[in-house]
């Protein structure tokens, strides 16, 4: 089976890590022809994880994206969610037909409101039962220094799922294995924006023990959306221990606690008095929580969920409630 | 109504601040003498949170316990577990009669293996009525520096809660309330257990990722107790979002997480490498983690939950297991 990727920030780059490790080939798209010159020439991306060094007997690169889904039979897209349409849009509708897609893009598509399951069935017909997505606790850093993480594929199709997860296990990276395509998204992206607000609170200087209720609230939060959105699908119902792994839970954890996270940096620089331009300029990147606060708050003007803190953290960042006055009016809500 | 408080050490002390703060007189159990001659002379404690001062006319200090029993209508008991049976086993058998505890002991009586309602019915035949918790994510340090906390106070008297939970609140307190008194000190407990581990895995090097699962894992590990124990007790059962709480939730991460923590830090050290008894004679302090894990142990036996990292604690901290021969026989039970 050929392997594809798309993307060449810190995640496409990690993943590439962990598939050529494991012995495979890569057919893999980058945009920018320098970045590929540079890669060819200095064996390692000049920007992100800049201390892997590749093999390139097992990498092939490409510029046109056309060429690099014509050259794979599983395409792992590893971009930000608010780079697909653009990257998307103007393909041929069939042009994914018989290819398997792995999501590791860990947020919703902003414009579309979408996840990247519902936007590739609109727009290409692709079906669910060709989807998966490989998420999980895992910052990227550290995959790049070989430390132990688990990664979670989902997918419809049990057997294929199984089959993908051996592509991804090795001695650094535990793969398991999951049926809740649905739940698994959500939570990915849900857990920006807790994550982007335990920067704010941290910001405030608020202490940990403030941190840890805001966190545990989040994670309730996530709880009751995941399971509004399930009985809305007749899908799943989630029990507790289904909650607390590391797709879900473990994932909301690494996002709100590392100092790795792009969404708690960018949620401290708020708290600390940063406009929301002037964090997203001094980032220079984009932080999924942003565009998460208001997919999910559109979201849930259907659903209905009492979810306090993402509606607080969408205050913030979209209607310009000052962080301090928002937080201060959920305390009371918390439990 | 005459508030007591017995303990002296960092937990006791932020207590008798909130205490003290709303206005209310307390009477003050302090073992050591000269411990209250100095308390006296400077009004701060000369050992744990000396930032804090107090107003000496709202404190009545007693080295004896049957004095302070009997000056006080609730008593609050803020002492590591592993005291209380030194501290209560000569007491006569009806001191308590008409008292109101408040249990503030975040661990399980380790030679009994009890928590403190089952000793006190045992042995002074108290009745649960009048047994309550004040638990919650809330290091002492953090009191001290008036940073926002979150307690929650659970018993079985609905209106005598909410009538202790305003006792304790103020602006940098918020109380909450709860009826699973027995579920609350099972959750308080068994989070030391992974707080230490924690700690271990920190020390063996492992990165945020692994730390998220180890975590996550934990909680679902508590969860699991938790309904096990309480399907024992026909009493409550858990959903999803009933854990997902600052009292059980919140207060496993800020004790995983805190560098506050002393079960995370007594963990840490046996993760790089010191012998159990180097690191209690290193810390010179009861990491509440290490009986716990004993107790939690002994418990399972008969309740039979699936808790393959409580385990493995036990085995490091009681048969001599290495830290790193343990954990690395887990990782393929973490989900």
Redesign the interface.
């Known amino acids: 089976m050929r392997i594809g990727i798309i993307g060449s920030g810190s995640w496409a780059t990690a993943l590439a890590k962990i598939v050529t490790d494991n012995g495979h080939s890569v057919q893999w798209w980058i945009r920018n022809e320098e970045t590929i010159r540079y890669f060819q020439k200095r064996r390692h991306n000049p920007q992100y994880l800049s201390s892997v060094y590749f093999d390139l007997q097992q990498i092939q690169f490409h510029s046109s994206l056309p060429e690099l889904i014509a050259s794979s039979d599983c395409i792992v897209v590893a971009v930000p969610a608010a780079f697909i349409n653009n990257l998307f849009g103007e393909l041929p509708v069939d042009i994914f037909r018989d290819k398997q897609i792995i999501s590791a893009v860990k947020g919703i598509l902003p414009e579309q409101n979408e996840l990247l399951n519902q936007y590739l069935e609109r727009v290409f017909s692709f079906p669910l039962s060709q989807y998966f997505t490989l998420l999980g606790?895992?910052?990227a850093e550290?995959?790049a220094?070989e430390?132990?993480?688990?990664l979670t594929i989902s997918g419809t199709d049990g057997p294929t799922v199984e089959s993908l997860a051996a592509i991804f296990k090795n001695e650094y990276v535990?793969t398991?294995v999951n049926a809740d395509i649905w739940g698994v998204q959500y939570a990915a992206v849900l857990k920006n924006i807790y994550a982007l607000g335990a920067g704010i609170v941290h910001g405030l200087e608020?202490?940990?023990?403030?941190?840890?209720?805001f966190?545990?609230?989040g994670?309730?939060e996530v709880?009751?959306f995941l399971?509004a959105s399930a009985n809305k699908r007749s899908a799943l119902d989630?029990?507790?221990?289904?909650?607390?792994?590391?797709v879900?839970?473990?994932?909301l954890?690494?996002t709100c606690?590392?100092?790795?996270s792009r969404n708690r940096t960018f949620g401290n620089m708020i708290g600390k008095g940063y406009s929301v331009t002037a964090a997203r300029l001094e980032l220079n990147m984009v932080a999924e929580g942003y565009y998460a606060a208001r997919c999910i708050h559109t979201l849930n003007q259907q659903m209905g969920c009492d979810m306090p803190i993402a509606k607080a953290i969408y205050e913030i960042l979209w209607n310009q409630v000052p962080a301090a006055t928002a937080i201060l009016s959920i305390?009371?809500s918390?439990?």
Chains 1, 2 share one sequence.
């Open positions: 606790p895992c910052h550290e995959v220094a430390k132990l993480s688990y535990n398991l608020y202490g940990d023990n403030f941190l840890s209720v966190i545990s609230n994670a309730r709880v009751q399971h989630y029990t507790l221990s289904d909650y607390a792994v590391s879900y839970l473990g994932d954890l690494v606690y590392s100092l790795h305390q009371s918390l439990v």
